[in-house]
């Protein structure tokens, strides 16, 4: 899944192992929202105020913000937008937070990545877009904060220190290939050899990670993958295993990568390759650690062209934000929200869905139970990215202009439904800048935006809310 980190947040350069960058000095944390009836609210903060110093520290990020909140008594520095500084001191009870929202995670910059992987989706991007599209995120706070993923090549000892100190788990790590030399090579940085010793140090300290396995076919599969999956799995056992689970996602290339990198996109014929190599061992973990441990995302299914695995394979879904098993997840909810359908609508409607060219087929069925539905016509459309270069796209992928080419001249109807996951989070700009409202006004329909299965259901059946 695309992470794109706020633009908000300072970047530091990518020489994180640099010290001074590690102790750069924070910057206030900027309010967003005060909850109402908090202790804020009480206080009378106000968004756009910043919160300085709490007993005396500055915090560094949200995690900082978190702990030093537990405290009873708190001296707080505060400054107003208008520049004026107060302190304010208060004693609450330590599970009380103070109900403020911040404007940034992080308020000592990003750690960005000192890697260099062939396969980056950052890199392979073409240049002129928003700032924070090109931030390579390998900080461990928003790890551990929202679940990205980070290569752990550029922590300090600090670093290491707070993780345990603060019990950062668990983390969330991208892999690619145990074996030393090749995940140096991988990730073009000799300090990523490292990973066995650094596995072994959560496993002594019973701290956690969930990891990720990018495939390149030629180049981490076959043999290097078995032997990834078992040395993983090989911290998998016990009451508190190190590494609780493994997504193995297939490498995402575009048309703006250079030539010669030596990488070859993901073939039907590799994807089959991969399921018939991993599924076995899906068996071997199930019987040796009671879970299987190591599960593919749904693109591999899609590219081979088989059908996705039951629900119940995925056990408690713990790599759904990474794509494994979203499709099967997303089904499901659409079963049970579609399981009472009405035999007609009063009013007909005509519906358009767009969603990328590689789910389509897996959604099929959803529409055509919509369309058993008397009075109510929804199309599906699934589209290529030719912004990107590829045919087999994930929703998540396409962008403004590949809806403004792929839907050109189609029959719409009354509204396109179009998921939100398209658009970066919190904001109505898709991955290429272009604007929802330049789509909307270009194909000259009106969007309603689907989050989850209940709001496909809502759009279809529910009054029409962009008639509003
Ligand atoms: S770790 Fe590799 S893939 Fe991730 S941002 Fe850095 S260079 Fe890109």
């Keep these: 899944m695309w992470k794109e980190p706020s633009a908000g947040i300072a970047a530091t350069s990518n020489a994180v192992v640099d010290p001074a ?30 919160l300085i110093r709490i007993n005396g520290v500055a915090p560094r990020d949200l995690i900082d913000l978190q702990i030093m909140q537990g405290e009873e008594e708190l001296t707080l520095e505060v400054e107003d937008p208008d520049g004026t500084r107060h302190v304010v001191e208060l004693e609450k009870d330590p599970d009380e937070g103070l109900g403020l929202a911040f404007t940034e995670a992080l308020f000592d910059g990003l750690r960005q990545c000192n890697n260099h992987c062939p396969f980056c989706f950052i890199d392979q991007q073409p240049p002129g877009h928003r700032a924070s599209l090109y931030l390579k995120d390998d900080d461990y706070r928003l790890s551990f904060l929202y679940g990205s993923y980070l290569t752990l090549t550029n922590l300090t000892a600090s670093d290491w220190q707070r993780i345990e100190e603060q019990r950062l788990s668990p983390l969330f790590v991208s892999v690619h290939a ?43 599969d076959g043999e290097a993958l078995e032997r990834t999956l078992r040395d993983l799995a090989g911290y998998a056992s016990g009451d508190w295993p190190a590494v609780l689970s493994t997504a193995v996602v297939p490498v995402g290339l575009t048309r703006f990568r250079p030539a010669g990198d030596g990488l070859r996109p993901v073939e039907p014929a590799d994807a089959a390759a991969v399921i018939r190599q991993v599924e076995p061992l899906q068996l071997e973990f199930q019987q040796a650690l009671g879970s299987r441990f190591a599960w593919l995302s749904d693109e591999w299914y899609l590219i081979a062209g088989l059908p996705l695995p039951p629900r119940s394979t995925y056990e408690d879904m713990p790599q759904r934000e990474n794509g494994v098993g979203s499709i099967r997840g997303f089904l499901e909810e659409l079963e049970l929200a579609t399981s009472h359908l009405p035999a007609r609508v009063a009013v007909p409607r005509r519906l358009s869905w767009v969603v990328g060219q590689m789910v389509a087929g897996a959604l099929q069925p959803v529409v055509e139970r919509f369309n058993r539905v008397e009075g109510l016509e929804l199309r599906l459309y699934g589209l290529p990215s030719p912004y990107w270069g590829q045919v087999q796209v994930v929703t998540g992928l396409l962008t403004g202009s590949d809806l403004l080419e792929g839907l050109a001249d189609l029959e719409l109807g009354e509204a396109l439904l179009l998921p939100r996951v398209m658009l970066r989070e919190g904001e109505d700009v898709f991955l290429d800048d272009t604007r929802l409202e330049a789509v909307c006004s270009a194909l000259a329909v009106p969007v309603q935006l689907i989050g989850g299965a209940a709001d496909l259901v809502a759009a279809c059946l529910g009054p029409p809310v962009w008639d509003a």
């Design 21 to 50: 960058v590690a102790s750069r000095q924070p910057q206030p944390a900027v309010v967003a929202r005060v909850e109402p009836g908090s202790i804020g609210e009480e206080l009378g903060f106000q968004p756009g105020d910043r």
């Design 178 to 220: 145990t074996d030393p030399e090749l995940r140096s090579r991988l990730l073009v940085n000799p300090r990523a050899a490292l990973l066995a010793d650094q596995l072994a140090w959560f496993a002594e300290r019973r701290l956690q990670i969930h990891a990720q396995v990018v495939v390149c076919p030629g180049l981490n």
